[in-house]
Every structure is written in C-alpha cells, then in structure tokens.
C-alpha cells in the first residue's frame, strides 16, 4: 500500500455509484470542503503489480449535479485495460489524493448482463468493495469473450453451457482444455453450437483429465478456439457478465469424484473458468 | 426534552443498535439525544451514527477489560440476562452512577437486563422507558422472573410487535405501566425502487438454523426447474454456510441457488431482486422483510411468531405461508415468479404500506408514547411501591409468575443436584 492511502477508512470521504448497461459509470459524492479541495477531481488508478510503478491513471471532472453533490462520469469509451482499480478524490493542482470508500453502488442494470450480446472488444467494468473497505472497479478487456451461462458435473463428465461475445462461432471452432504449467499438454473436444452461432456447449469427460502416472494436483483452464487453424485465437471462457466481481467464493459447483481424485470446475481469481484435479486425502 | 437511551454496546453490529440508532437519530430533529453506551470495545462505532446524537461509553474494554471490579460478577443486572457474563461490578457501578446523575427527562433502556437497572436506579422524576427487542415467551422462566418483579417501576414498556405487548399485558401483571407495541423503523432508501423485472429472489440475514435458509433453498428447486432464468442469492453469512453450500449441490442448484455473503447496507442488494422470501421459523420482529418491501419488494415469507403477520398483508404486499410448509413456500414463490404483473402490483404496494415504518410516523408514535407517558406522571399515578417481599410476592402471583418462579427454582435445584454430583 502506498503511503497516499494512509487516510483511515472511518473519515474518508464515500462515493456512491450507478452503473448502465452500457459500460457508462456514474460516481457521486459529498462536496469536500473547499478550502482543502478547491478543484476537486476524481482519479482512477489501475493498481500496478507489487513493486511497479503506477503509470495507468484516469483523471474524471466532477460537476454539480444539481441537487448539492458532485457527480463524474466515466463513459463507456474509451475501454479500460484490464485490471483493478482504486479510486481516490484529487483535492485540485496541489495536495494529497485521498482514497475513497464506497457509498451505496447501484449495479442492478448490470444482474442480466449475460442477455446483451456484446461486440469485440468486449469491455466489462464492475464497481466492488476492497477487503480493506476502500472503492474500487474491476475491468476486463478482451477481443472475444466465452460467457459460461451454466455448468452441469456429473460422476462422469462436467457440461459447460456458454455463449460468444465480438466473434460468431466458426464451423472450425474447438473447445481446448490447457494445463496449467503444463508446457503445452492440452485436451480437445468439440462444441455443440446453438440455433443463432453464439450459443455452444461442450462435454468434458472426467478421465480424460486425470494425470497418466501418479502426478499431484493439476489445474485445466479452459478456451475456445476460434476456428479450424492453429493459429485461431483462443477465446477465453469464464463468467464476467453481472454484478459479481470476484466470483470463486460464490459461484461454486460440486466435485465428481473420479477414484483416488476430486474433479472439480470452478472460476478464478479472474473469474475464469477452469477445472481442478484434487488428489483426494 | 433530553432523551437518553441505554444501549449494550454501541459499537458492535446489530438489529438492536441499528433500530436503537435510527429512533436516536429520528428523535434528535426535535430532541437532545444522547446514547449512552455501556460497553466500548472499538474507537467508532461500526453503524453510521448521526452527528446531532450524542454517544458516552461507560467502560472502555481496550484499557478496563482486566479491571478489578470488571472481574467480578455483576450484582444488578441479572443473573438469567443473556449477557449476563458480559457484565460485572464496574458495570453496575458505572451504570448506577450514570443513571443517578443524568439530565435527561427521559431514559430508555435497550434490553432486559438494562431495563432493569433503569427501573431500579434511575431517580424518580425521570420517565423511565424499557425497550424489549426479543419476546417475553421466549426468555427463560427466571428472568421472566426477574423482570416482573422490577418492570413495575417502569412507566412504559414497549415490545417490537402487538403480539408481544399482548403477551406482556396477559402475562406480566405490570398495574399502572403502559405496554405498547413500537416497531423497528427502517430509513427512507436512497435508490429508487426495484421495478420488479429482476428474475432474482432475495433473502438476508444470518446464516443460523432457525432462519430456516435450508428449506427456502428446497422450496427454490421446483421454481427454478420451473422457471431456469431466475437466481435465489442469499444474504449473510454463520455457522449454517457449509452445510447450507452442500444441499445446494445435492439439489444441483449450484447454477442457481446463491450464497453472496455478507453486505451492508443491503439497500442496494434488495433492489437487484424482485422478490423478497424469508423461511424463519422465528421473527421476534422481521427487519429484513420491512428493508425489502421499503425497497418495492413484495415478500414471501413464513407466518412465524411475531412479526411476518403485522408487517405483511397476505395477497396484497406478500405472502405468508404455514411455518415449515415447503410445498406452500414453493406455490407462493411460483405465483410471483410466474405472473409479471401481480409480482409489480405488489412490489407497489410493498412500497406504499411499508411507509408506516419510516422514521417520521414510528418517531411520531414514540413521542406520543412519552407524552402520555408524562401525562400520567402530572396526574399523579402513585409511585411504584418498594419490591414487596418474596414470600408475598410468591403467594399474591398470577397463574404466570408462580409457573415461571416455581420453574425458576426448580432449575435452581437441579442445577444444585448436578454441581454436587460432579
């Protein structure tokens, strides 16, 4: 944590926000006062790796709205890369920002997402809450996007149903299960698509991802191959498309047990999908 | 008027200090208002508190936890309290001392054992209020007890429902105290509310086994076979969050049923929904289904003691269900997930009849209360007579007071048999 974040949680200043469907974030707050914030500006910062540098920023005006407060938009384009961000109040050209805490996060438009069939690049920003209790807005950005709408296991196999987003399935496509660390080791099946080209599913079967010899635990992370090539892109699946920006604890399916092992989908840090091979104890 | 609440512990999370909080704040456009808080454990309090309120620890856990008299066990709260343990000798002496010398005209305790040492101590020219947030038939026989015998000298008692002032005016004997009913308040929301499109199903509160969340996830399996495109997220979080996890994967509800964790405020958790659904088997009141209907939800819940019956009214803002009754949990969650327009009609009406909990008409109905409270103090209701003795005590009760004293000792004595076994 940088030094400028040692404001504590209990006087920082709040910053409610409304999301559109159409990616368009609304933050409000309460005036600060103006001898201390004489231009007050609101900055997003995309949270840099452990030990980097910052260098992402997005600086947003903030206007009367009207009714006492102050209000900025972060408009749908252009899209944010791909990562977390704080949010903190700029009190103008001088002074310490200060971190922001969430107010009230109005982000019903976001539950039905998964509906809206959205084009490449397929930019997704959720407002959440900080362990810490600070604002933030999680982002994702990808030229095309497999959204998991459900996932069926039973002993035998697990079914992912899904849908494309920015790119139409082609007749090509295969669906490529990549072990993680693996250096290469992958499995493949083959989709079923749907009435219009976006929808597919697919059927993992459990012993095709248990390690040959006796190997520990192992990790499958799922994609869709765009079209016949090797060269196709891989579309990542996963599940980004409502409310929930941090899925693992929440959206969680049960193991198949697969004799001296657990299999088990699941979604990642990152809200990906992928499949689990547990060693049972 | 200066108005005092005595309030447990002020800092900590709650429904009593929420609805403790927003009467405070409620009262403080018209009053001075100040809460006195016994215990203290953090520097701010965890809830929101208005500036206008003023807050008073009474002993500081982070400096007086190992204090002398902290160490030895509480003389004046009572022993059958619930927090009983939590109490102590500094407790009685600093409550005593900050009833002795307060300036309120009016002071209200908070719970049981808080009435008491309001009852007993604060001096007499003070309107002396007690709060009861639980239900009387649920405290054990002894402190029921307790409190008969010490809520004579309060001038009001209020429960959180009328089914609870009933019980208290048929149970406890209390000549010359008013018992009234003065439900939780819950503030005007500051999102608008949910327009009812939302294919979710909303339910909070702790994850413990009386609320009842595994039957609600039972009940929620037909509707979703029925109707694939809608969620169940289930708010909060406790000792039930396993056990409550696995039947959803045994059920196959896993792309379904929600466990979301715990959030606050609620607000704009219940706005996501278009439906609110509670399966308790026991309500000393229902403040989520007042928060979710005050959000435009209409609510399915179970007809459990107390609340859930004076809150919603069945067919028009919600439904109620047998306690326990699955398969009639099921149709009623059905019916509104089924019907676009009865589901909108009602959350309308959720919206309309829930305005009788905003703070401005439950304020006005705790005025009333210490008005007339007063009224009869100038009139000159005599003062409460000193505790009688035990034995007359004993011999003049109502058919109540002997079943919970007889009870009392009862349990007294097979307490006493099983120490001298061990």
């Known amino acids: ?281 | 008027m200066k108005i005092s609440f005595l309030l447990h512990n002020a800092y900590g999370i709650g429904g009593t200090i929420t609805t403790t909080f927003n009467l405070a704040q409620a009262l403080a456009g018209r009053h001075e208002v100040e809460i006195v808080s016994v215990l203290r454990h953090r520097e701010h309090p965890s809830h929101t508190l208005d500036p206008r309120v003023s807050l008073r620890p009474l002993v500081d856990l982070r400096q007086e936890k190992e204090h002398p008299l902290h160490l030895r066990p509480a003389r004046v709260f009572p022993v059958a309290e619930y927090r009983y343990h939590q109490y102590s000798e500094l407790t009685d002496q600093r409550i005593a001392e900050a009833l002795a010398t307060t300036d309120a005209e009016v002071v209200i305790g908070t719970r049981p054992g808080l009435n008491v040492h309001v009852a007993r101590q604060a001096p007499d020219h003070v309107l002396r209020i007690g709060q009861e947030h639980l239900t009387l038939d649920n405290h054990p026989p002894r402190l029921r007890t307790t409190l008969r015998r010490a809520y004579r000298r309060l001038d009001v008692v209020t429960t959180v429902t009328e089914a609870d002032a009933a019980a208290y005016r048929r149970k406890m004997r209390l000549p010359g105290v008013r018992v009234e009913a003065l439900p939780n308040s819950v503030p005007d929301p500051v999102l608008p509310a949910a327009d009812g499109t939302a294919k979710v199903i909303v339910a909070a509160g702790r994850l413990v086994p009386v609320k009842r969340y595994d039957l609600l996830i039972e009940a929620f399996a037909p509707v979703a076979a029925a109707h694939p495109d809608w969620q169940l997220r289930i708010y909060g979080k406790g000792e039930e969050h396993t056990r409550l996890r696995r039947l959803i994967e045994r059920l196959g509800l896993s792309n379904h049923a929600l466990l979301m964790g715990a959030a606050a405020p609620m607000e704009a958790e219940w706005v996501k929904g278009s439906i609110g659904a509670t399966a308790a088997n026991f309500e000393p009141f229902g403040m989520t289904i007042v928060e979710a209907m005050r959000c435009g939800l209409p609510v399915v819940s179970t007809d459990c003691p107390y609340g859930p019956a004076e809150i919603i009214e069945d067919g028009a803002d919600g439904r109620l269900v047998p306690v326990g009754d699955r398969d009639a949990l099921t149709a009623a969650l059905l019916d509104l997930v089924g019907d676009d327009e009865l589901r909108r009609r009602m959350g309308r009406t959720a919206l309309d009849n829930a305005r009788r909990f905003a703070p401005a008409p439950v304020v006005e109905q705790a005025e009333r209360l210490i008005e007339a409270a007063a009224t009869a103090r100038r009139t000159a209701r005599p003062p409460a007579p000193p505790e009688p003795a035990r034995l007359r005590r004993a011999l003049a009760g109502h058919g109540f007071a002997a079943r919970d004293a007889a009870y009392a000792a009862a349990s007294a004595a097979r307490r006493t048999i099983r120490g001298g076994q061990r």
């Open chain 1, 1 to 281: 944590m940088t030094p400028t974040t040692a404001t504590a949680p209990a006087t920082a200043p709040r910053a409610a926000c409304t999301a559109g469907t159409d990616g368009r974030i609304t933050f409000r707050l309460a005036p600060p006062g103006p001898a201390a914030f004489p231009s007050p500006r609101l900055l997003l910062r995309l949270r840099p790796r452990k030990g980097q540098p910052e260098k992402t920023l997005r600086v947003l005006d903030l206007a009367d709205a009207g009714d006492g407060e102050l209000s900025a938009v972060l408009d749908p384009l252009p899209a944010l890369p791909e990562g977390r961000w704080d949010l903190y109040l700029l009190p103008g050209p001088e002074g310490e920002r200060i971190r922001l805490r969430p107010g009230l996060r109005d982000l019903r438009a976001l539950v039905d997402g998964h509906v809206r069939d959205r084009p490449s690049p397929v930019a997704v920003r959720i407002p959440y809450v900080t362990r810490d209790g600070y604002l933030a807005l999680r982002t994702w950005l990808r030229d095309a996007h497999v959204e998991v709408a459900g996932i069926d296991v039973t002993d035998r196999s697990t079914t992912v149903r899904a849908r494309l987003h920015g790119v139409p399935l082609d007749a090509g496509a295969s669906v490529l299960l990549r072990l993680r660390g693996g250096k290469g080791v992958e499995r493949t099946v083959a989709p079923r698509a749907g009435g219009d080209g976006r929808d597919l599913a697919f059927t993992v079967d459990h012993a095709d991802l248990l390690p040959e010899s006796g190997d520990g635990d192992r990790v499958w992370d799922v994609f869709v191959r765009a079209g016949a090539g090797a060269d196709a892109p891989l579309i990542r699946a996963g599940r980004l498309l409502d409310d929930v920006a941090d899925r693992k604890e929440i959206f969680v399916h049960p193991a198949a047990v697969v004799g001296e092992f657990a299999v088990r989908p699941y979604y990642t840090v990152d809200n990906d999908l992928a499949v689990e091979v547990l060693r049972r104890t």
